[in-house]
């Protein structure tokens, strides 16, 4: 049986694809635990910098798999949950971009909307479709959409199930760069590459902490943890080679974020 998220890192990028084509990638308790575990790997691994996921063959994730719906629907849920939240992503220390290559829906949905930077092939077809199937918000989306592209559009998204294209997604904020499908998976990776190049991995994991936890508090409360991680920032061999990089007009080269134990 094939793997049902592949797995490679090239030049300091891990690219994760979910691996069932014929089924748009559908999800699975099965590919919801491959995938967790190779964010984890990837998040845990010093040489990779950056993360890009994408779909095989011509979908992103199109929901959870229907046969599934069907047997939770007849028999109840039978798999053993994982106890790690969709959110996962937002948790890393490394930055997750989505390269949506096609349908995106449901939990597919999701899936995407917790990924930090979403890059969409041009056409590609989008839905929450929660409301259409009689359930609700999954999985945090609730907390995460409107804070992406506000209440009201959050509201039109979830409520009506519609489908709309990477395009319109594009002007609403929930995708941030469209491109053609034969080059959206790339184009990520450029960019995924840029970030490990030019970006230190120590910055990116502190912002990216910085970011998500001024959500939850105000001005004030921001300005005095950025002061603190400003301090401690001065005192990291990072900020010696960006001065150094800079000055003398070459790449940085700055040093991998230590090993960690995937968290539990």
Known sequence: MSETVLYEIEDGVARLTLNRPDSLNAWTPELGRAYFDRLQEADADPQVRAIVVSGAGRGFCAGADFDYLQDVERNGSTAEPDPRPQSLPRSLRKPVIAAINGPCAGLGFVMAMMCDIRFAAAGAKLTTAFARRGLIAEYGLSWVLP?????STALDLLLSGRTFLAEEGERLGVVDRVSSHEEVADQAHAYA????RHSS???MAVIKRQLYADLEQGLAESTADAVENMEQSF???DFREGV???VERRQPDFPPLA??????
Do not use: M
């Not at 590459?193 to 490990?196: R, S, T, V, W, Y």
């Open 235 to 237: 005192q990291r061999p």
């Open 259 to 264: 090993a960690e134990p995937p968290a539990a």
């Open 244 to 246: 150094e990089s800079f």
């Open 147 to 151: 804070r992406v592209v506000g209440t």
């Open 193 to 196: 590459l840029e970030l490990a």
């Open 201 to 203: 991995p120590a910055s």
